[in-house]
């Protein structure tokens, strides 16, 4: 399986909603944003290079897939 950082936003949004399918993810809090991601299979980037706008990007790539599988 390919490395994941966090610019990887449409495949880290595939893969959480994979993970937790059933879960809204404008619901989410950035700081379990933050942790689900750095547990994804695949992931290796550094926790520090996370930010705000990094997150936000990857709750938006989660959230379209998310309303295309629940539309």
């Known amino acids: 399986m390919a490395e994941l950082g966090w610019t ?3 495949e880290i949004g595939i893969r959480l ?3 937790y399918p059933d ?3 404008l619901t ?3 700081t379990d944003l ?3 991601v750095m ?3 695949g992931f290796t ?3 520090k290079e996370s930010n705000e706008k990094k997150l936000e990007a990857i709750q938006m790539a989660w959230y379209e897939e998310w309303q295309e599988e629940n539309g």
């Open 28 to 30: 989410v809090r950035f």
């Open 8 to 10: 990887d936003v449409e």
């Open 17 to 19: 909603l994979e993970k």
């Open 39 to 41: 547990e994804l299979e």
């Open 23 to 25: 879960i809204d993810p």
């Open 34 to 36: 933050h942790h689900w």
């Open 45 to 47: 980037a550094d926790a």
